[in-house]
């Protein structure tokens, strides 16, 4: 890696990957520099801030790297009335407050006349790279944007424009309306845009188009709160006459079939087919001897009658990006989701699920599982429930006895705190005799028990099979 790059955050990377899912762009809107809390460090992905923020300002330019599509470059302008502080760490922000992006900065001080005896204006650039650089719209204000030196002494070495030609230049590099329909010449939607192809589209997505357009070239089929794009594939497109009295009784948005204009076919009356024309000179004349028979053009003509023309791509303006967000809220699609809300999640740690009081977070079936163990066998098994549910344990053992003996049980987990009860019982297959013997326990500890086989009375003859359950955690 390089001494000094960018880095996006992972936040900024949510951000991004909500606003592809939303068909929304990516808005960068200021560019924030801090001076590393006294020193350089390389950035961490996980950051949402910068170390220690000292200034923050609007983005003055963003720029797409002439050679390579997925880079860009934001720059801002530090005035020369604040500083006296070294730059380390730099952050470029979203419109909702997203640390996108943060750099490292070679270590530089800006100066302020106040207290430096000297000032100057700061230029901060970052090159970063993204999965589509398209989609990145830089919010703006022109009256915080400034040229720099380079661009002004380049600019004042072509020439300069007239007040009319600025003018012009300013009208043209506006954003289009809602509603604008623009002709491409390559198969790509840009960024705001949507292709005019007649489909649906949501109300929700598309708030402003869609209050725009209204319900003028619904079918009657849309879903409740869809409404229909117009149809431009295949089609010339024709001013509204809109009075004018050329093109009359037609709705603006109307479609039209094509038609020919009526004319006339000069016809010859006398001679023969394919005589010669008397005032042609010498072409030949398709005429029928004093009749009248209809003229065909199926050999040579087409379908439809049409100029020459280029096929371009009918697109329509679907949104502003530097005002308009729909009823789309990015800031909470790139938030941590919940019930009610699809955003992005993060994934529980161990102890968050373990200790079963986090409600922000989700949970992996290996965590899930994390903890639970069982074994079972004919002289002992246990069953041992995650920590998240309680951490209980339930264990059994076996052991066989002579009369009035004891044995240690050695169960088959320790309890990892202690056995909070237990209960045990005799086996056998002679009825009634074993009526006067019975299970006892004597010392418990987390790992062992202590069985006594009691015989009331007369021992009773053979050993007995004791069982013991414990319960605990």
């Given at each position: 890696m390089a001494d000094y790059y960018t880095l996006l955050t992972d936040?900024?990377?949510?951000?991004?990957?909500?606003?592809?899912?939303?068909?929304v762009p990516i808005k960068l809107a200021h560019m924030s520099v801090g001076d590393g809390n006294g020193a350089v460090y390389n950035p961490d992905a996980s950051a949402k801030a910068l170390k220690r923020e000292v200034w923050r300002g609007p983005l003055n330019a963003l720029f797409q790297d002439e050679k390579n599509a997925n880079w860009l470059m934001a720059e801002v302008t530090i005035p020369s009335d604040v500083g006296g502080w070294y730059v380390r760490e730099a952050g470029l922000w979203t419109d909702t407050g997203i640390l996108y992006a943060v750099v490292k900065y070679p270590e530089s001080y800006k100066p302020v006349l106040a207290t430096s005896g000297s000032g100057k204006e700061f230029y901060i650039r970052s090159i970063f790279e993204t999965s589509n650089a398209a989609v990145v719209t830089l919010l703006i204000d022109d009256t915080v944007v400034k040229a720099t030196r380079a661009w002004v002494m380049d600019y004042l070495g072509k020439g300069t424009y007239s007040k009319a030609e600025i003018e012009t230049l300013i009208a043209q590099s506006s954003a289009l309306p809602v509603g604008s329909m623009v002709a491409f010449p390559v198969d790509k939607v840009p960024a705001g845009f949507l292709e005019v192809d007649g489909s649906v589209k949501s109300a929700s997505a598309y708030p402003d188009l869609a209050k725009f357009l209204g319900a003028v070239f619904n079918k009657g089929d849309e879903g409740a709160g869809d409404f229909r794009l117009p149809e431009s594939r295949g089609e010339f497109l024709r001013g509204w006459d809109?009075?004018?009295?050329?093109?009359?009784?037609?709705?603006?948005?109307?479609?039209?079939?094509?038609?020919?204009?009526?004319?006339?076919?000069?016809?010859w009356s006398g001679?023969?087919?394919g005589s010669t024309n008397p005032t042609g000179g010498g072409a030949a004349a398709a005429w029928v001897n004093g009749a009248v028979t209809d003229m065909k053009t199926g050999i040579t003509g087409s379908d439809e009658t049409r100029p020459r023309?280029?096929?371009?791509?009918?697109c329509i303006k679907a949104w502003n990006a530097p005002i308009n967000q729909g009823t789309i809220d990015v800031s909470v699609l790139a938030s941590q989701?919940?019930?009610?809300?699809?955003?992005?999640?993060?994934?529980?740690?161990?102890?968050q699920t373990d200790a079963g009081v986090d409600d922000t977070t989700i949970v992996t079936p290996k965590k899930m599982r994390f903890g639970f163990a069982m074994n079972f066998t004919a002289a002992s098994g246990y069953i041992l429930f995650p920590t998240w549910l309680g951490g209980l344990l339930l264990q059994y053992g076996r052991a066989s006895l002579a009369a009035d003996q004891f044995t240690t049980l050695t169960w088959p987990l320790a309890w990892p705190d202690a056995c909070y009860a237990i209960s045990g019982a005799v086996h056998s297959s002679f009825a009634r005799v074993d009526d006067g013997v019975s299970a006892q326990y004597r010392s418990l500890t987390k790992t062992t028990v202590i069985l006594d086989r009691q015989d009331i009375g007369t021992a009773v003859a053979n050993n007995r099979d004791m069982f013991v359950i414990g319960i605990g955690k």
């Open positions: 936040a900024g990377i949510a951000y991004e990957t909500a606003c592809k899912a939303a068909g809109h009075g004018r009295g050329v093109d009359t009784g037609r709705m603006i948005g109307s479609g039209q079939a094509h038609s020919l204009q009526r004319h006339d076919h000069a016809m001679g023969s087919y023309n280029l096929a371009v791509m009918w989701a919940t019930e009610t809300n699809q955003g992005t999640a993060r994934t529980a740690t161990q102890p």
